[in-house]
């Protein structure tokens, strides 16, 4: 079983950056496609952006594509989302999570059963 922590949010000013980080235990989280999902207030929990066991494979939603990028290393058994030019619109909790088998267009938060606590971002303008 893997078990994921978030950490790395924080406040930020708009058009400013962070690097949010996942870090997993288990043996398998290495052969586990892995994604960043994020609930904003008063919003449903979306899917934000994902990447495939190996890396060779990346999906973002369309409201973060060009200024976030998704990575993992999977010696330290990590995700790292990388977050620029926020905007007040990304203010939210985000969560990362992972599944077996492969990656298609990107992950549905709705397959998922359990979640972590997340890590608050917050762009003020």
């Known amino acids: 079983q893997v078990q994921l922590a978030e950490s790395g949010g924080g406040l930020v000013q708009a058009g400013g950056s962070l690097t949010l980080s996942c870090a997993a235990s288990g043996r398998a989280f290495n052969y586990y496609a892995a994604g960043w999902f994020r609930r904003r207030p008063g919003k449903e929990r979306e899917f934000v952006a994902g990447i495939s066991w190996s890396g060779g494979s990346t999906a973002f939603a369309d409201s973060v594509k060009g200024r976030f990028t998704i990575s993992r290393d999977n010696t330290k058994k990590t995700v790292y989302l990388q977050m620029n030019n926020l905007k007040t619109e990304d203010t939210a909790v985000y969560y990362c999570?992972?599944?077996?088998?492969?990656?298609?267009?990107?992950?549905?938060?709705?397959?998922?059963?359990?979640w972590g606590q997340g890590t608050q971002v917050t762009v003020s303008s």
């Open positions: 999570n992972a599944q077996s088998g492969p990656m298609a267009g990107g992950l549905d938060p709705t397959d998922f059963d359990s």
